[in-house]
């Protein structure tokens, strides 16, 4: 069983930078496609990025395209998430979820198919 814990997360001005991490302990981190997902208050939980066991493999939600990054250290166990040019529509808490069963197993940006999730980490862009 994989745990795992958000932090990074905070208050930052519309145009700022932040980076999220997602510490793993228990289980076979290094084996797990890992993704970020995201959720705002009154809307649905959305796939914001993943990354497969190897890190050779990215995709990003259109909207965060181009201003997201998501990488890996499978030596610390931690996946993290550097995100840029931040946006009044990207405040939400941020979940990491992993899932130890493959890439192709299922639709990578469908929240049911992760098994393990962290309990989130809040961010907030002021304006």
């Known amino acids: 069983q994989v745990q795992l814990v958000e932090s990074g997360g905070g208050l930052v001005q519309a145009g700022d930078s932040l980076r999220l991490s997602c510490a793993a302990s228990?289980?076979?981190?290094?084996?797990?496609?890992m993704a970020w997902f995201r959720q705002a208050p009154g809307k649905e939980r959305e796939f914001v990025a993943v990354i497969t066991s190897s890190g050779t493999i990215k995709n990003y939600a259109d909207s965060v395209k181009g201003r997201f990054t998501i990488s890996r250290d499978n030596a610390k166990n931690t996946l993290y998430l550097q995100m840029s040019s931040l946006k009044p529509e990207d405040p939400a808490v941020y979940y990491c979820?992993?899932?130890?069963?493959?890439?192709?197993?299922?639709?990578?940006?469908?929240?049911?198919?992760?098994?393990?999730w962290g309990q989130g980490t809040q961010v907030t862009v002021s304006s």
């Open positions: 979820a992993g899932d130890p069963r493959g890439y192709y197993y299922d639709n990578y940006w469908k929240a049911g198919r992760y098994i393990y």
């Open positions: 228990g289980g076979t981190f290094s084996g797990s496609t």
